[in-house]
């Protein structure tokens, strides 16, 4: 994402486009359930969140600890090892094979000057010269602030094309926020962590505790 400097130089930008400050978007953070109008059932997509597991396993077995020495690349390829089990499963099970993942780099702030692939977009091709975006997630290096004032501008204009609920995500790759708009409320989620330290040997406890974050996708995907 952008910089301290970038992102501070633009945030009062930001908040009059948002029709909020940062600050306040904060402190009216939601749980899960009240994101997703229901309870969390770890139960649900179970075999999806078992290959999400599996997935972060394996980084973390070929990588080493997260938290040791976390860069952009590790940001990017952590976000994908949890994303894509996900969106496949959801293409295989709703047969809406035009759905499909790309990355870009820097769509908003053009005076960055952004390096690597820093954003996650699902998009559906509507038709063979139109496609709409459907979910937003923006993976910080500099500034988690940036990112997520980012991520709500990304969603204002999403919105004024789809004229919808539109979800994004921000993450640091071990932990999430979801956030929503309506057109008229931005809401953001609690912190959504993925990862702790002994979950290679715990799996259950990953199920039942840290596997949220599949139900979310899920929901921004089905909607």
Same mark, same amino acid.
């Given at each position: 994402?952008?910089?301290?400097?970038?992102?501070?130089?633009?945030?009062?930008?930001?908040?009059?486009?948002?029709?909020?400050?940062?600050?306040?978007?904060?402190?009216?953070?939601?749980?899960?359930?009240?994101?997703?109008?229901?309870?969390?059932?770890?139960?649900?997509?179970?075999?999806?969140?078992?290959?999400?597991?599996?997935?972060?396993?394996?980084?973390?077995?070929?990588?080493?600890?997260?938290?040791?020495?976390?860069?952009?690349?590790?940001?990017?390829?952590?976000?994908?090892?949890?994303?894509?089990?996900?969106?496949?499963?959801?293409?295989?099970?709703?047969?809406?094979?035009?759905?499909?993942?790309?990355?870009?780099?820097?769509?908003?702030?053009?005076?960055?000057?952004?390096?690597?692939?820093?954003?996650?977009? !699902?998009? #559906?091709? @509507?038709? *063979?010269?139109?496609?709409?975006?459907?979910?937003?997630? &923006?993976?910080? +290096?500099?500034? =988690?602030?940036?990112?997520?004032?980012?991520?709500?501008?990304?969603?204002?204009?999403?919105?004024?094309?789809?004229?919808?609920?539109?979800?994004?995500?921000?993450?640091?790759?071990?932990?999430?926020?979801?956030?929503?708009?309506?057109?008229?409320?931005?809401? !953001?989620? #609690?912190? @959504?962590? *993925?990862?702790?330290?002994?979950?290679?040997?715990?799996? &259950?406890?990953? +199920?039942?505790? =840290?596997?949220?974050?599949?139900?979310?996708?899920?929901?921004?995907?089905?909607?």
């Amino acid at each position: 994402m952008t910089d301290d400097r970038h992102s501070k130089g633009l945030q009062p930008a930001i908040e009059a486009s948002i029709g909020m400050s940062m600050r306040r978007l904060a402190s009216t953070a939601i749980t899960v359930e009240e994101m997703l109008q229901k309870r969390y059932s770890p139960e649900e997509h179970r075999s999806t969140k078992e290959e999400v597991y599996k997935q972060i396993v394996r980084y973390l077995r070929i990588e080493g600890h997260y938290w040791v020495a976390s860069t952009e690349a590790n940001i990017s390829d952590l976000v994908y090892a949890i994303i894509s089990p996900i969106i496949d499963d959801f293409i295989c099970k709703t047969g809406r094979d035009t759905v499909y993942l790309y990355r870009e780099r820097q769509p908003i702030f053009v005076d960055c000057n952004p390096e690597g692939y820093k954003e996650f977009v !699902v998009v #559906d091709n @509507i038709c *063979v010269s139109k496609t709409r975006k459907i979910m937003i997630i &923006e993976a910080p +290096m500099a500034s =988690f602030c940036g990112a997520m004032a980012q991520c709500l501008v990304a969603l204002k204009n999403m919105h004024d094309s789809i004229r919808g609920i539109v979800y994004g995500f921000v993450t640091t790759g071990d932990s999430w926020r979801m956030l929503s708009y309506d057109g008229e409320r931005l809401k !953001v989620t #609690d912190k @959504i962590e *993925v990862i702790f330290d002994t979950m290679v040997r715990n799996k &259950e406890k990953w +199920m039942k505790e =840290f596997s949220v974050l599949v139900d979310c996708i899920y929901a921004a995907l089905d909607s």
